[in-house]
């Protein structure tokens, strides 16, 4: 139902339905709540909005999200074990695993999982990138943490074989995960769990 | 899981939260999704949540929101059965109504239910111009479409004694709505039976 006489509202409705799964109903909902919403309550969310597109950028070191210049938080914080490596695809992931607290080590994010069948192949990833931190840093062990699903495993398994003789040892986290879930909404009981089973491929 | 070095990712999650049913972990999400966005996708959203609120404003005859200068465009159209009125709790509330395709009249907007429990009287609502415009713009009936909660039908019952003798056929939306449910999800069709058996009170 298109208001004629409400070309803005129209045009934040289907603003807001550009955001994953919020479907022209929720963006319907999300529109009214913000038109009834104090001022400066509005003003907060789209200037957050702005400063975090400008802010943020990855990590040029490991790839997670930072806002300072250089290497992240995370890299330079001195309690971390220099010697463990966590292999991530998305960013976002670092939130369940470091909420486990089951890992204390470094986090390499690669962008994404290998999906032929998309046409995301190794080169689109930061895989060559993770070969040289394994070289130059000394890591003790590197964890597989890709995604519980068919391109996740296979991007673990192409890396595993890349890090064959290069002296480090290479888990995946195992035990806890179900194939076909998602990372992201893995609760952090079942993510110890995973950290505590992880097998060495 | 706060980042110290990520101050405007979580000004952006604390901002997305200020929405009605987005959680601390729907926020993270849609945080995370706007970063990846396309800059120009991220900016749309942002300005169009401070466009609308700079543009959308309630038509000071009926109150359904509007961005046009004087009346709004529903109070203008000449295909409009100017005899009916359709009296609702909320601007949002037009949508399903309207979408059911069982009403072409008039609007008018209370801007909420008596709630005497929660300090909303009479007073607070647009009930006095509603009475003044039955007294003016001469309707042959009045709809309540107030919400089929308990709040709603205290405010429609009030109503329909204010316009007793006053020479409008005052109904209520009856058949198809079941109590405790919220107007704005009716589906169209129990929509369509509701204004079918709407009964006179």
Redesign the interface.
């Known amino acids: 139902?298109e208001?004629?006489?409400?070309?803005?509202?129209e045009?934040?409705k289907?603003?807001?339905a550009?955001?994953?799964?919020?479907g022209a109903r929720?963006a319907?909902?999300?529109?009214?709540?913000?038109?009834k919403?104090d001022?400066e309550?509005?003003?907060?969310?789209?200037?957050?909005?702005?400063?975090?597109?400008?802010?943020?950028h990855p990590c040029p070191r490991c790839g997670l999200?930072?806002?300072?210049e250089g290497d992240?938080?995370?890299c330079e914080e001195e309690d971390r074990d220099k010697g463990s490596l966590c292999v991530i695809s998305d960013?976002?992931d670092?939130?369940p695993i470091?909420?486990s607290g089951s890992f204390h080590g470094l986090y390499h994010v690669l962008g994404g999982s290998i999906a032929l069948s998309k046409g995301v192949d190794p080169d689109d990833l930061k895989i060559d990138e993770l070969v040289e931190r394994v070289e130059k840093e000394g890591f003790r062990e590197v964890i597989l943490a890709t995604e519980p699903t068919l391109d996740g495993e296979t991007t673990a398994m192409y890396i595993a074989n890349l890090l064959k003789g290069k002296g480090v040892e290479v888990t995946r986290l195992g035990y806890g995960l179900s194939l076909g879930s998602s990372l992201?909404y893995v609760d952090t009981l079942t993510m110890g769990r995973a950290f505590e089973g992880r097998r060495k491929l």
């Open positions: 139902m208001r004629k006489d409400l070309p803005a509202l045009r934040l289907a603003a807001l550009l955001l994953p799964g919020i929720s319907e909902r999300l529109a009214f709540a913000i038109l919403m001022e309550k509005a003003r907060e969310i789209s200037e957050s909005i702005l400063k975090a597109k400008e802010s943020v999200m930072t806002e300072k992240c938080a995370i960013p976002k670092f939130y470091e909420g992201e």
